[in-house]
């Protein structure tokens, strides 16, 4: 499936939720939709940034159509007071996109007892959907896009069920591919609910590649910068190439819910976005079960399809 993002016809009255819309992919997520005309809310944790965020868009895309609204994922409370003051204000929505992450940070122990990325990446995404669910309307346009990584099939490449929050031995690197994991399983157990509903609402997964961003903010700034100036420009992809496979995600009329879109060039790293590979255990759907079961047991989530 080729994809061109100036062949997708505008889609004026839609509205999508872009979490981490301020930096990174995030930022060019938000840049795509709102050249289509959608209005694009900009879910993120520091409003500052994301009012630059947004005024950097607008000289890109003038007239575009963008709000900014406080949301830290790594805060349960945060998700339920983002979710009521985005159903205060609106009763609709077409496009989730649960971008937001961060990578390989310290160890940390959020309020709610989650590790920090877990907390952020996933859990707070498995929440934040659950809350906005009924809004999508019963549509195939609508759609829950969730970032997983090439990191999911690296790592421990399992779920560690018996220390998901990491309490008895941390990594950071396999905490972090763990929670792409976590996200690539959810994306696929979603898709299976909401099909079991007869709902037509898709979800699907995208990974960028590799893209030089500010996600790479705990890496070591020593080794950070030796890599910038050597490997990085090789094997990276900018970050407005590096949204393609989650504008396809969102965008594209033939996406099947279950689908997931990433860069198609040398080991998926950058090139044009298709079909990306999902790892065995990915796809295994009593895994998928058990950790959808934990997650609404440590979430508090209530899903009703
Ligand atoms: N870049 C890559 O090569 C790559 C590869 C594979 C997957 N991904 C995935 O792509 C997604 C976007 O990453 P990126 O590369 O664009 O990174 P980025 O430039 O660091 O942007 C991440 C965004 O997420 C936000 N965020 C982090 N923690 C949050 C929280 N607790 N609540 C709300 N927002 C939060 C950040 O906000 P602040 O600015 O306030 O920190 C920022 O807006 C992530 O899910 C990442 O795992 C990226």
């Given at each position: 499936m080729s994809?061109?993002?100036?062949?997708?016809?505008?889609?004026?009255?839609?509205?999508?939720?872009v979490t981490g819309a301020n930096a990174g992919l995030g930022y060019e997520t938000s840049l795509g939709l709102a050249q289509k005309g959608m209005k694009v809310i900009m879910a993120c944790r520091n409003l500052e940034k994301a009012e630059q965020a947004k005024a950097d868009i607008v000289k890109q895309a003038p007239g575009a159509d963008l709000q900014t609204m406080a949301l830290d994922l790594s805060r349960l409370a945060?998700?339920?007071?983002?979710?009521?003051?985005?159903?205060?204000?609106?009763?609709?929505?077409?496009?989730?996109?649960?971008?937001?992450?961060i990578m390989f940070s310290p160890y940390s122990k959020t309020e709610d007892g989650f590790e920090g990325q877990m907390a952020a990446n996933y859990f707070g995404h498995f929440l934040l959907t659950s809350l906005l669910l009924d809004l999508l309307p019963d549509?195939?346009?609508?759609?829950?896009?969730?970032?997983?990584?090439?990191?999911?099939?690296?790592?421990?490449?399992?779920?560690?069920?018996?220390?998901?929050?990491?309490?008895?031995?941390?990594?950071?690197?396999?905490?972090?591919?763990?929670?792409?994991?976590?996200?690539?399983?959810?994306?696929?157990?979603l898709q299976r609910k909401?099909?079991?509903?007869?709902?037509?609402?898709?979800?699907?997964?995208?990974h960028p590649g590799a893209s030089d961003t500010e996600l790479a903010r705990h890496i070591n700034p020593f080794l950070a910068n030796i890599l910038r100036y050597t490997v990085i420009p090789f094997v990276t992809h900018s970050p407005k190439n590096g949204a393609l496979p989650t504008l396809l995600a969102a965008l594209e009329p033939n996406v099947r819910g279950g689908d997931y879109y990433g860069p198609t060039g040398f080991r998926e790293m950058k090139g044009p976005p298709g079909k990306a590979t999902m790892s065995t255990y990915s796809q295994n759907q009593e895994m998928a079960a058990k950790l959808w079961d934990l997650s609404v047991q440590l979430t508090g989530a209530e899903y009703s399809f």
């Amino acid at each position: 499936m080729s994809f061109d993002l100036n062949k997708i016809p505008d889609q004026p009255g839609k509205i999508a939720v872009v979490t981490g819309a301020n930096a990174g992919l995030g930022y060019e997520t938000s840049l795509g939709l709102a050249q289509k005309g959608m209005k694009v809310i900009m879910a993120c944790r520091n409003l500052e940034k994301a009012e630059q965020a947004k005024a950097d868009i607008v000289k890109q895309a003038p007239g575009a159509d963008l709000q900014t609204m406080a949301l830290d994922l790594s805060r349960l409370a945060s998700v339920k007071a983002f979710a009521q003051a985005y159903r205060d204000k609106y009763s609709t929505l077409d496009l989730l996109i649960n971008n937001a992450g961060i990578m390989f940070s310290p160890y940390s122990k959020t309020e709610d007892g989650f590790e920090g990325q877990m907390a952020a990446n996933y859990f707070g995404h498995f929440l934040l959907t659950s809350l906005l669910l009924d809004l999508l309307p019963d549509t195939p346009d609508s759609r829950v896009v969730t970032l997983s990584s090439i990191g999911h099939r690296r790592g421990t490449g399992v779920i560690n069920f018996d220390d998901i929050n990491a309490e008895k031995q941390y990594s950071r690197t396999d905490a972090y591919m763990q929670t792409k994991l976590a996200c690539l399983m959810f994306s696929q157990e979603l898709q299976r609910k909401l099909a079991s509903a007869g709902r037509k609402t898709l979800s699907v997964a995208a990974h960028p590649g590799a893209s030089d961003t500010e996600l790479a903010r705990h890496i070591n700034p020593f080794l950070a910068n030796i890599l910038r100036y050597t490997v990085i420009p090789f094997v990276t992809h900018s970050p407005k190439n590096g949204a393609l496979p989650t504008l396809l995600a969102a965008l594209e009329p033939n996406v099947r819910g279950g689908d997931y879109y990433g860069p198609t060039g040398f080991r998926e790293m950058k090139g044009p976005p298709g079909k990306a590979t999902m790892s065995t255990y990915s796809q295994n759907q009593e895994m998928a079960a058990k950790l959808w079961d934990l997650s609404v047991q440590l979430t508090g989530a209530e899903y009703s399809f």
